[in-house]
């Protein structure tokens, strides 16, 4: 059964870094197009950052050149370097891609937290 999983989340001072990996699992299968999503307490989730399978990066205004999109396709993994973090950038955050197992499906996974506080 496909699978995203995050991990990388955590506590994190302001203008500290974490990186997010977004991995899939579940036998033969690769990774297209991703995006990370973060739903802050209390608020709607928002999109944050997208990749193609062709490298194309998308950013939102409020983290282009703080946040970085990448993705390792021999690992079926997808990054998100988070620099300079705010603490309005505490949230959970998700990827959602497109998986090929023999059909393209599109699948989210569970979320990380980060919290950015002094």
């Known amino acids: 059964q496909v699978q995203l999983v995050e991990s990388g989340g955590g506590l994190v001072q302001p203008g500290g870094s974490l990186r997010l990996s977004c991995a899939a699992s579940?036998?033969?299968?690769?990774?297209?197009?991703v995006d990370w999503y973060r739903q802050a307490p209390g608020k709607q989730r928002e999109w944050v950052s997208g990749i193609t399978s062709g490298d194309s990066t998308t950013y939102a205004d409020s983290v282009k050149g703080r946040f970085t999109i990448s993705r390792d396709n021999a690992k079926n993994t997808v990054y998100l370097q988070m620099n300079s973090l705010k603490p309005e950038d505490t949230a959970v955050y998700y990827c959602?891609?497109?998986?090929?197992?023999?059909?393209?499906?599109?699948?989210w996974g569970q979320g990380t937290r980060v919290t950015v506080s002094a």
């Open positions: 959602n891609g497109q998986v090929y197992d023999g059909k393209w499906g599109n699948y």
């Open positions: 579940g036998g033969r299968l690769s990774i297209g197009a």
